[in-house]
Every structure is written in structure tokens, then in C-alpha cells.
């Protein structure tokens, strides 16, 4: 019987996941899992739970919210063995579960998990030694994020955001910063900047709608220039908030490395958590780096597709090199 970790975070979104805990691990144990089930205590438990018990698993599944994932994958990475990670959405905007489809009621995504693919999920390291699911972000309301208290997070969801968000409008501020990537140096005054693999992000669903790919090795980068006045600054919000991310407020692009340095620390936020306060950062794509088990869907599509081929292609290769070994090349053995 295969062995599954289900560790999960009590106080995430509303706190209503204990509701469904026994028809997560009824659904699991149907599909043939011998479900051991762990609440993290405080906060990095989840973490630690990982890396001292994941290897005796065949699966481990982690629910809560995206700072939940975060934990997980984080221990995930640096387990020896390749240990497969299934995710619950359980918190109070869920980007990673909306980006990649996952269904948000918990007895469907267990379902989904149980019933699912393997995907090789790109996952991001900032300044050489913390790890990130979807999103590194500076300036403009990224605070909020970790900043606002979690029983507002419990009671109004994404809401709560929204109202801290507008209540620090006039607070916003810009950064004179230097990036550099692929051999060019951008020079401007920012007040937002997201490095991301998600289409969604704070809770706005395709918040980068084109070219988004969660296994190419490469960050969608959204820069957004210092506007003169808050007024203009809600007007550039607002064309973000629809997707428009074009003219010349906007700095946009595709790498797998970049470097961020200015005169003055700016505190970045990494999967909506406080990531510190920094002069210079340095980003970097981990490509492919975990291995999640989720629902087949149009994102899983590709590499499930390659998956399924590869014995196939191995044994025509194969095939054809002891045909040409036992002289399948051979033009005399034609003879009309």
C-alpha cells in the first residue's frame, strides 16, 4: 500500500479545512493511500515535518495557503530523494491553485491529486539561498501581504487585502534601481516590481495572461514606473488590474536570471511572506525543480504527453539500431 504525508495548516483561509479533514483522508485512502495525517503547530512546522519524515513517503500532500506551499516546497527541495508533492488550496487568495488549475474544493483537489499526473514545476531562488513558488515582489502594496493580520485574512478573505491596499495609497514611494538580465541594464525610478510564474497574482486571476509557462525556466517580469501623483498611480493600478501591461509605464520580460540593485534597502515580499530587506537581489529560475502530482489538464498536457512517449521512442530507437546491426543497411540483401 502506498504511503501519503498529509500535513496541513489549521489557522490558514477560514480555518474550515478541519470541516473536510475526514473526507480528505476517506478520499485518499480509497484510491489506496495509507494516509498519515500531521496539523502544523507553528509557523516552519510544516517544514520541518517534511524534511524529517518525507523520504518514508510515496507522496506528500501539504494544505493552507500559498505561504504553506512555500514551506513545503522549500523542505521538498532539499530532500535527496524526489518525493512527489500534492497541494490543497486552503488560504485566502490561493494564486499557485488558480494559476495551475487546481480545483479549490478540498474533496476535488484530493480527488484530482489521487487520480493525477506528475509535473516538474520551475521554482524560484532569491539571493542564492531562499526559495520561492510563484511571485518575488518590492514596492508598491507588497507589504500587505504579510503585513495585514491574519483574522482579517480569515474573516473577509481577499478583501482584506484590497482594504489595507487602498488605505496605503498615499504612502507609495519609488526606487532609483538598476536591473540587469541577459546582457541588458534597465535604469528608471520604480514602484512596483513582480518577478513571477503565475498568471495570477494578489488574487487577480491572469494577471499576466500571455506566454505564461510554469516549466520553461524563465520569470515573467512586470516593472512598473514611478507615476507623478497617487492619481496616476490608481489610473496605472487599474490598467494592471485588466491585464494591460503595455506603454511606457510598463517594463515587461521574460528571463531566468535578473539582478535588482539600488541605493536604498527595499523589503521584498516572497510568496506573499516578508523576504527581508535588501540593496541588491539576485533571482534565478531553478527549472523543473519539484516534482507536483495534480490534475491531468491542459498546463500537465505537454510533459504528460512526453512522459507517455518516451517508452515508445526509447524502444523504436532501439529498434532500429539492432536492425542496422543485423545489416538492415544493406542494399545487396535487396535483390530484384
Known sequence: MKKLLFTFNP???????????????????????????????????VSRKIIEDAAQYDLVVASGGDGTLSEAVSAMLGLKERVP????????????????GLPLKPVECAKAIADGVYFDYDI??????????????FGAFTE????????????????AYLAEAMRRVTEIRGYDLTIEHDGEVIEGSFVLGLISNSQSVAGMKNFIQDGVCYDDGLFEVCLIRTPKNPIELSSILAEAAINKLTGPNFVTFKT????????????????????GVHKE??????????RLKIGFNEIT??????????PAESFLKQSAEEYLKAGGNNESAHTD
Open 11 to 45: 489557522v490558514a483561509g477560514k480555518g474550515l479545512l478541519k470541516n473536510e479533514l475526514f473526507n480528505i483522508v476517506d478520499t485518499f485512502t480509497r484510491k489506496g493511500y495509507d494516509v498519515t495525517v500531521y496539523p502544523s503547530q507553528y509557523a516552519g512546522d
Open 85 to 100: 508533492l500534492g497541494y490543497i488550496p486552503a488560504g485566502s487568495t490561493n494564486d499557485v491553485a488558480m494559476s495551475l
Open 124 to 137: 524560484g531562488r532569491f539571493n542564492g539561498s531562499t526559495n520561492f513558488v510563484y511571485v518575488a515582489a
Open 256 to 275: 531566468s536570471k535578473v539582478k535588482i540593485s539600488g541605493k536604498q534597502p527595499i523589503a521584498w515580499a516572497l510568496d506573499g511572506e516578508s523576504g
Open 301 to 310: 498536457a505537454e510533459q504528460e504527453f512526453i512522459r507517455l512517449a518516451a
Open 144 to 159: 500587505v501581504s504579510y503585513e495585514t493580520p491574519q483574522e482579517y485574512k480569515n474573516i473577509f478573505g481577499h478583501a
Open 281 to 290: 537581489v539576485v533571482i534565478e529560475n531553478l527549472k523543473q525543480a519539484i
